[in-house]
């Protein structure tokens, strides 16, 4: 099969980051898989300053048949926002992309290759973090999957959440078939990830990074605040699943809810908040409260495919 004959769609949301908007595109169009469609949805209010920045970002590319252009007539969050795109896609295969993050060259042809060949409803990719410094901070690696069996591939998603959405790559017919993303922007990737696995999609990983995405310092009070409802509901979610995990197993996940926590407050600059969480953490499971720090900094230092 000729790879270069099969298009593949990226679908871009963009809100309130006209900034990095070009760098996201234009890491996109460098592809080496020439075969691509950039569907770039913007998600922000008509009429507003951020509708107008990112209005006149795409101004740049009008002559460029590969990027398409949609303006939604209401905010309607990431994960609406990215079903927007995937309705108006035409590639066989989808895949995503965060307006503030990029796409290493060979991104689209390593990951469609292995999905061709290996005849996959869906693959998803190791992800590389860095801070605004652009400093790497975190490394996502799944080599630990063992089995990719549905019930196995469900309680390790639950307990580590086999994400992000940059990493993710579907067959259209697949990802439609599910319904796409659900109405949940918090956590969208999360939920969408485990309806995938639930319906029997064969799925693979490719242990190598080809997205840089960045985590920005600040994530701001109202930000914030969203993200402590949505994982709160996810934490719901998982306690509903709790008869599949033993007790060790259900301790780690308390502890990655409260560290999780810890976090978006730390970002918010809650500074009370995040010690209470770092506390609740500690007292859940001390082993984990010191081993999954180490774990994080022996994948950054052994890392070979950055």
């Known amino acids: 099969m000729d790879i270069e004959s099969i298009k593949v769609s990226i679908i871009i949301p963009t809100y309130k980051r006209s900034d990095f908007l070009t760098r996201a595109i234009n890491s996109v169009l460098s592809q080496t898989h020439n ?21 006149r970002v795409l101004k740049n590319y009008d002559n460029d048949k590969r990027v398409i252009y949609h303006k939604n007539q209401k905010n309607l969050g990431c ?24 796409y290493l060259p060979e991104k689209v042809e390593k990951q469609l290759s292995y999905m061709i060949r290996n005849q996959l409803d869906m693959s998803f990719t190791a992800l590389s973090l860095y801070n605004e410094d652009n400093r790497l901070i975190d490394y996502r690696s799944f080599t630990d999957i063992e089995d990719f069996s549905r019930d ?3 309680k390790y998603h639950i307990m580590r959440h086999l994400t992000g959405t940059d990493t993710f790559m579907y067959k ?13 922007d918090m956590g969208d990737e999360f939920y969408l990830m485990y309806r995938t696995i639930c319906n029997n999609a064969k ?4 242990d190598g990074s080809y997205v840089t995405a ?23 979610f998982k306690k509903e699943h ?3 995990f033993s007790l060790r197993e259900r301790m780690f996940i308390r502890f990655r809810h409260y560290a999780v926590l810890a976090v ?24 984990d409260f010191f081993i999954e720090p180490v774990k994080l900094v022996s994948k950054i230092i052994g890392s070979k495919k950055l």
């Open 79 to 102: 994960a609406l926002a990215r079903n927007e795109g995937i309705k108006l896609s035409t590639g066989k295969y989808i895949t995503f992309l965060d307006d503030d993050d990029i």
């Open 152 to 154: 196995s591939l469900k």
């Open 172 to 184: 259209r017919n697949f990802i439609l078939s599910i319904g796409a993303f659900g109405h949940r």
């Open 35 to 55: 075969n691509i469609e950039v569907v770039i949805v913007d998600d922000n209010n008509p009429g507003s300053e951020y509708a107008i920045r990112t209005k």
């Open 214 to 236: 960045y985590v920005h310092k600040s994530e701001g009070v109202s930000k914030g605040s969203s993200k402590v409802v949505g994982e709160n509901e996810l934490y719901r």
């Open 264 to 287: 978006t407050y730390k970002r918010a600059r809650s500074f009370l908040f995040t010690a209470i969480y770092v506390l609740l953490a500690f007292l859940t499971s001390p082993f």
């Open 203 to 206: 799925i693979g990983y490719i």
């Open 242 to 244: 709790f008869q599949l």
